[in-house]
């Protein structure tokens, strides 16, 4: 059913949602496109493409972790080495949210976060890593037993906060400092509610405390009552009380 001999192209073609006109319209169907075995393969790099890749990344890791239960999230740097005063710290809190009836959820990787799933793994609960790929990517630590890889930091972001009831943020780095202040920030305009926020090393994150407080709070660019959106502690014991008291577990 070709175009009659002597007739105009269209001037407007609808692609499902989509309406090309005049110069934008493309040559071929969308069903042509598709059952040519041959052509340039670029298709594959396309926003379009990547929509259907982030949509895969949301139900791959809506289905591991949907039937989680209640689970704390535990940030903290993957430099943390073995053995050190911080990393057992890590095994120990994470050993005690298991104690306390929590999953843990990491970010799968080395240091910090390895020793929390440790501690987890140690007492028998359940151990989650959220990995992320990254040009130096080590893969996910031993200590995990149910571990999802993410190509999106977003999507990743978003199961951190949809299947955790809470955050304990262990000394970290750059990406505990994004995952602490997007938490602090969804609790602040209420997009998540009874998400408790412990910071675990005073002396560590006491700078930071303290430039909120006569930094951005002195200057009106937060108010004094966001401060009181998380918790600094040093005991083990105080920071799983904390997380349970909130999420009242």
Do not use: C
């Not at 493409?49 to 949907?66: H, K, N, P, T, Y």
């Not at 995952?179 to 609790?187: C, S």
Request: overall charge negative; charged content about 25%.
């Amino acid at each position: 059913m070709g175009m009659p001999e002597g007739t105009r192209g269209p001037e407007e073609r609808r692609l499902g949602p989509v309406i090309r006109r005049r110069e934008q319209i493309q040559p071929g169907t969308t069903d042509q496109r598709l059952l040519d075995s041959e052509g340039d393969s670029e298709w594959v790099h396309t926003d379009p493409w990547r929509v259907m890749r982030i949509q895969s990344e949301f139900v791959e890791g809506f289905g591991a972790l949907a039937e989680l239960p209640p689970a704390i999230a535990v940030f903290g740097s993957a430099r943390t080495a073995a053995g050190t005063p911080e990393y057992e710290e890590g095994v120990r809190l994470g050993g005690a949210l298991v104690d306390a009836g929590f999953a843990v959820i990491t970010g799968g990787g080395p240091g910090a976060m390895e020793a929390a799933n440790k501690g987890a793994r140690e007492a028998s609960g359940i151990s989650v890593g959220l990995g992320i790929e990254l040009p130096f990517e080590q893969g996910l630590n031993p200590h995990v037993d149910i571990g999802v890889n993410f190509r999106y930091f977003f999507v990743r972001k978003t199961m951190f906060v949809k299947y955790a009831q809470g955050f304990v943020v262990l000394p970290g780095g750059l990406g505990t400092l994004d995952e602490l202040f997007e938490a602090l920030t969804l609790v602040q305009t209420r997009k998540v509610t009874r998400f408790p926020i412990v910071l675990f090393g005073t002396e560590y994150w006491g700078g930071l405390v303290d430039w909120l407080r006569n930094t951005v709070v002195a200057q009106g660019k937060a108010s004094e009552k966001d401060l009181m959106l998380f918790h600094v502690t040093d005991d083990v014991e105080e920071a799983v009380g904390l997380v349970t008291k909130e999420t009242g577990h």
